[in-house]
């Protein structure tokens, strides 16, 4: 039978990581199997639902490279249907109205706290007659529909993540409510557990797999599955996402949110592969670095780790090098010119800006380090400390940009090259007595204003291109 799978995110915020890597999993393995990858936007909460949430959300997957096989469905456009089945467990007996107000729960949730007990409804009008039921609507109260849930049975699954699961009636906080309060015979808006089990159902949803935050959830619906004779899916329970100090990540981790990583300057596909490997791991060893379509080939469900998962920075980073050093020089070009352009930086030529990309390609770990990488090429940049020191220290180092100077004039040196800029180091080292490195770390100074960047001679042959090497040079002189 095909395995059908699909993400059922609420359009209440950005695309969370949590919910990206959740989606990514349910998308491997759809794609493991043949099978289809679906969504369903549960935006029934009227107030916390936004359109452009939905938008970011989809936008965000498409952007980590998952599609998807059916038109997204909305859960809103579904309250009717919901709604029915309320009144279908009603009729069947295994669904009430019941009227507790808002303050008899509340003092109920007191007594219990009191008595060191956790929040749980006494399912007081489980068994209410007509005659009561008719009172309480005269009366002017508002219901809402509750789910019998047996305080003896076990619910019992097989979690392809988890293995066997237990989960006791008794646990499940009483009797469940299915819709929000409404007047008289009304049906108020249908709650999350009905409407997922109904909508999963439709969806002929065989796999669910969420975050392990919904495992008791998953009981409740379960009970719901039984009693509107549908058929069960297999379940998987991913672990947490969690933060260094062993949290479950949150917006207060800073960076939660898939725009946000995009705009830091990860690469879409050095994400996707570094969440894939979040609570998954493989049992073959290889490569890490692989595509989404490598990692569905061998993505399994049954390998997803039961522990949470800390989300590891480094990795991540390591992982986006990866991707900036092995991609298309064009392609890297494109996306880090964008910076540039922003930045106001103008260059001498498209040739100028490949080779520049060429040069910084292997230093980079974000998208955005072209920013503070290229700045030097753009802009002079100050001469810092250690640049002043080693200066001040080494009585060649200006003497060493002199000769330079003079060289270039005396060869009429108009683009510095390889070759050339070879020739001139080994002359004026033997000539004059310098050693290379004193000639070589003054350069970079000149360029960079300390003793760390690209490659030198590379990066000579741009200065002198856009003919700021002799300004730069008498620029350190001078200093
Ligand atoms: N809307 C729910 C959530 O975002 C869906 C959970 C589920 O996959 O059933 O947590």
Redesign the pocket.
Request: charged share 30%; with cysteine; proline share 3%.
């Given at each position: 039978m095909e395995k059908r799978l699909r993400l059922?995110?609420?359009p209440t915020g950005s695309l969370h990581i949590g919910t990206a890597r959740t989606a990514l999993f349910n998308w491997l393995y759809a794609k493991r199997h043949n099978g289809k990858f679906l969504i369903r936007i549960?935006d029934t909460d009227s107030i916390r639902s936004k359109v452009e949430h939905t938008k970011n959300i989809l936008d965000g997957l498409k952007w980590i490279g998952i599609d998807w096989d059916e038109e997204p469905i909305k859960q809103s456009s579904r309250i009717s249907i919901h709604k029915n089945y309320i009144k279908k467990l009603l009729e069947i007996g295994v669904a009430y109205r019941c009227f507790t107000s808002e303050s008899e729960i509340l003092e109920l949730r007191e007594k219990q706290k009191k008595n060191g007990l956790p929040p749980k409804h006494d399912n007081r009008h489980r068994n209410l007659t007509s005659k009561e039921i008719e009172a309480f609507i005269s009366e002017g109260r508002s219901s809402v529909i509750r789910f019998k849930i047996d305080e003896e049975i076990e619910i019992k699954w097989k979690d392809q993540i988890r293995g066997d699961i237990k989960w006791k009636g008794k646990d499940l906080g009483g009797d469940l409510v299915l819709s929000r309060r409404a007047f008289g015979n009304e049906i108020g808006d249908p709650l999350y557990n009905l409407a997922?089990v109904v909508d999963d159902n439709f969806m002929k949803i065989t796999h669910?797999v969420?975050g392990e935050d919904?495992i008791s959830n998953t009981a409740k619906q379960i009970l719901i599955y039984r009693a509107l004779n549908f058929k069960l899916p297999f379940f998987s329970h991913t672990p947490l996402i969690l933060n260094n100090e062993g949290k479950k990540l949150s917006k207060r981790d800073s960076v939660t949110s898939i725009d946000e990583f995009r705009e830091m300057g990860y690469l879409p596909e050095a994400l996707a592969n570094y969440m894939a490997f979040l609570g998954w791991s493989k049992k073959t060893s290889g490569s890490e670095i692989l595509s989404l379509l490598e990692l569905s080939k061998i993505f399994n469900l049954s390998e997803v780790n039961k522990a949470g998962a800390k989300f590891n920075w480094e990795k991540l980073n390591w992982i986006n090098a990866q991707y900036i050093k092995k991609m298309d020089l064009p392609k890297l070009y494109k996306l880090i010119k964008s910076y540039w352009i922003e930045m106001g930086w103008e260059s001498p030529s498209k040739e100028w800006d490949l080779k520049l990309t060429y040069l910084l390609q292997d230093s980079m770990i974000l998208l955005k380090d072209a920013i503070d990488q290229a700045k030097p090429f753009f802009s002079s940049s100050e001469i810092q400390m250690e640049g002043k020191e080693f200066i001040a220290n080494n009585k060649q180092a200006k003497e060493s940009l002199r000769f330079i100077l003079e060289y270039i004039k005396k060869e009429k040196i108009s683009i510095i090259t390889k070759e050339n800029s070879k020739e001139m180091i080994n002359k004026i080292s033997t000539d004059h007595s310098i050693k290379k490195g004193i000639l070589m770390k003054s350069l970079r100074i000149a360029f960079f204003g300390c003793l760390r960047g690209p490659d030198l001679i590379q990066s000579w042959e741009l200065f002198s291109e856009r003919k700021s090497d002799i300004l730069l040079i008498e620029r350190c002189i001078a200093s």
């Amino acid at each position: 039978m095909e395995k059908r799978l699909r993400l059922a995110p609420s359009p209440t915020g950005s695309l969370h990581i949590g919910t990206a890597r959740t989606a990514l999993f349910n998308w491997l393995y759809a794609k493991r199997h043949n099978g289809k990858f679906l969504i369903r936007i549960e935006d029934t909460d009227s107030i916390r639902s936004k359109v452009e949430h939905t938008k970011n959300i989809l936008d965000g997957l498409k952007w980590i490279g998952i599609d998807w096989d059916e038109e997204p469905i909305k859960q809103s456009s579904r309250i009717s249907i919901h709604k029915n089945y309320i009144k279908k467990l009603l009729e069947i007996g295994v669904a009430y109205r019941c009227f507790t107000s808002e303050s008899e729960i509340l003092e109920l949730r007191e007594k219990q706290k009191k008595n060191g007990l956790p929040p749980k409804h006494d399912n007081r009008h489980r068994n209410l007659t007509s005659k009561e039921i008719e009172a309480f609507i005269s009366e002017g109260r508002s219901s809402v529909i509750r789910f019998k849930i047996d305080e003896e049975i076990e619910i019992k699954w097989k979690d392809q993540i988890r293995g066997d699961i237990k989960w006791k009636g008794k646990d499940l906080g009483g009797d469940l409510v299915l819709s929000r309060r409404a007047f008289g015979n009304e049906i108020g808006d249908p709650l999350y557990n009905l409407a997922v089990v109904v909508d999963d159902n439709f969806m002929k949803i065989t796999h669910v797999v969420r975050g392990e935050d919904h495992i008791s959830n998953t009981a409740k619906q379960i009970l719901i599955y039984r009693a509107l004779n549908f058929k069960l899916p297999f379940f998987s329970h991913t672990p947490l996402i969690l933060n260094n100090e062993g949290k479950k990540l949150s917006k207060r981790d800073s960076v939660t949110s898939i725009d946000e990583f995009r705009e830091m300057g990860y690469l879409p596909e050095a994400l996707a592969n570094y969440m894939a490997f979040l609570g998954w791991s493989k049992k073959t060893s290889g490569s890490e670095i692989l595509s989404l379509l490598e990692l569905s080939k061998i993505f399994n469900l049954s390998e997803v780790n039961k522990a949470g998962a800390k989300f590891n920075w480094e990795k991540l980073n390591w992982i986006n090098a990866q991707y900036i050093k092995k991609m298309d020089l064009p392609k890297l070009y494109k996306l880090i010119k964008s910076y540039w352009i922003e930045m106001g930086w103008e260059s001498p030529s498209k040739e100028w800006d490949l080779k520049l990309t060429y040069l910084l390609q292997d230093s980079m770990i974000l998208l955005k380090d072209a920013i503070d990488q290229a700045k030097p090429f753009f802009s002079s940049s100050e001469i810092q400390m250690e640049g002043k020191e080693f200066i001040a220290n080494n009585k060649q180092a200006k003497e060493s940009l002199r000769f330079i100077l003079e060289y270039i004039k005396k060869e009429k040196i108009s683009i510095i090259t390889k070759e050339n800029s070879k020739e001139m180091i080994n002359k004026i080292s033997t000539d004059h007595s310098i050693k290379k490195g004193i000639l070589m770390k003054s350069l970079r100074i000149a360029f960079f204003g300390c003793l760390r960047g690209p490659d030198l001679i590379q990066s000579w042959e741009l200065f002198s291109e856009r003919k700021s090497d002799i300004l730069l040079i008498e620029r350190c002189i001078a200093s």
